[in-house]
């Protein structure tokens, strides 16, 4: 399972096309807005009588500054007071749903994202807390992983420390490239020593984990340049790291319009950024653990992955996916059993429906027995690599080569190119297949068309 990712250029440039990333099966390209509050609230009493284990996501949407190449949902704003009202109408739907579990559904994990969560003051951040474990059954012994979004520029040991002592116990810091031609270009000027300073913080307060996060083709990449970022971060040993490929998609993000196309590296130099970059990681001894993520062989994902217990929501690779997923915030998405529910996306309406006492959802999908059993396959492939027919046909009660009889000569194709192996019995990824896991998985989406395919990343 853990053989070294082999490299094949023509396989790369044949099977590299744009697609989905899976977070989840169906994709929220899929949510329509046929889903509402009351679906919201029927999974979440299926959820309490069924006493299932909590995630719960916040979103902090609030920036100081833009960076050209992001594409989440954010506000750019310097009037730090934005954020008070804002976080008045998190906690109140945070009321609202807890309304709806049990005091006795512990929150595994909780992770803040954004924007910049760390945009918040500290007063605002212990508020925050404090009114989530009024509502939530949030663990206080340090046993969850409870993990934030660190901007470096936007925190200093104070906030390190505040943020242990309100229970964190993991971070993620975005990076992104550490060249400062590249970081004009995007508008992310953060230095070496910045992000160090907040590493050596994480540590020195014990948080568990610590998660990097680069960009590979952004402009101005050079393989040699991005080289010298990854020398400097693997010196900085983080348990994991993403190394996220730039979608340039200025006709759907605004910010990109501000980054000149002509700058954008080659194909082939993006491609051998990340050859290069993948080959420094694991000759630093990081373990490929797919879709971008890289970790360490004694991190949780490395350990879930070995014994099969590694899953994947919108939170990426995860060791809770057994877990409800309660998503606070503007566009927050929440995944409760086979419910998938979308908060409003605008800031105004999701602050509006809960001045009015009612939840923001706005958009989601219910997912049907094909919906669920392409979920299953999706996860193993996108997960370990394999997938044993007899596990779906047992689960699902359906013969599985009749069942996918439509995608198996494309299947066998994948297989006379040397992606997979495949037999009767199942299909097992091979080295030259995982960087393009996600190709493989697409021939199992049905909603998959030439159309909506224009709104997502390529593979590489």
Not at 202 to 219: C, E, H, K, M, V
Not at 403 to 414: G, K, N, S, T
Request: glycine content about 6%; hydrophobic content about 40%.
């Amino acid at each position: 399972m853990f053989d070294s990712i082999e490299w094949d250029s023509q396989l790369i440039r044949r099977y590299d096309q744009a697609g989905p990333r899976y977070t989840s099966y169906p994709t929220a390209v899929q949510f329509h807005e046929g889903i509402g509050q009351l679906d919201l609230l029927r999974a979440l009493h299926g959820s309490r009588d069924a006493q299932r284990p909590l995630s719960l996501y916040v979103h902090i949407p609030f920036c100081a500054h833009i960076c050209y190449y992001c594409a989440c949902n954010k506000v750019i704003t310097k009037d730090r007071g934005r954020a008070q009202m804002y976080l008045d109408k998190v906690i109140r739907e945070a009321e609202l749903i807890s309304r709806h579990l049990s005091p006795g559904q512990v929150v595994e994990q909780l992770h803040f994202g954004g924007g910049t969560p760390t945009f918040l003051s500290h007063d605002e951040l212990r508020h925050l807390m404090t009114q989530l474990r009024k509502h939530f059954n949030l663990l206080d012994d340090d046993s969850g992983d409870y993990s934030i979004e660190i901007d470096p520029r936007e925190a200093d040991w104070s906030t390190m420390g505040l943020l242990r002592e309100l229970g964190f116990n993991r971070v993620s810091l975005g990076l992104q490239d550490l060249d400062p031609a590249v970081q004009r270009a995007v508008n992310r000027l953060q230095s070496l020593e910045e992000t160090r300073a907040i590493i050596e913080a994480a540590r020195t307060l014990q948080f568990r984990s610590i998660n990097i996060d680069l960009i590979y083709g952004l402009p101005l990449q050079t393989p040699e340049r991005f080289a010298r970022t990854l020398n400097e971060v693997i010196a900085l040993q983080p348990n994991r790291l993403s190394l996220f490929n730039y979608a340039h998609l200025p006709e759907r993000f605004m910010p990109q319009r501000r980054i000149n196309s002509a700058d954008l590296p080659s194909p082939a130099d993006k491609l051998s950024i990340l050859h290069n970059s993948i080959e420094q990681l694991s000759a630093a001894g990081y373990r490929y653990i797919g879709m971008d993520h890289f970790a360490l062989p004694d991190d949780e994902l490395a350990s879930a992955q070995e014994d099969g217990t590694l899953q994947r929501n919108f939170q990426g690779y995860t060791t809770h996916g057994h877990c409800d997923l309660i998503g606070l915030g503007v566009s927050s998405i929440s995944q409760i059993g086979d419910v998938y529910c979308q908060n409003d996306s605008d800031l105004a309406g999701y602050q509006n429906s809960l001045s009015d006492q009612q939840l923001a959802t706005r958009r989601g999908l219910k997912c049907d027995a094909d919906d669920r059993l392409r979920r299953a396959v999706i996860q193993q492939l996108i997960c370990h690599f394999n997938l044993h027919f007899a596990d779906i046909e047992q689960a699902f009660g359906v013969d599985f080569l009749a069942y996918f009889a439509d995608i198996w000569e494309p299947l066998q194709q994948m297989a006379k190119d040397g992606l997979i192996e495949l037999n009767d019995a199942g299909i097992q990824v091979q080295p030259a297949g995982r960087l393009l896991v996600r190709s493989l998985c697409m021939l199992f989406d049905r909603y998959l068309s030439s159309v909506n395919q224009q709104r997502f990343s390529r593979v590489i």
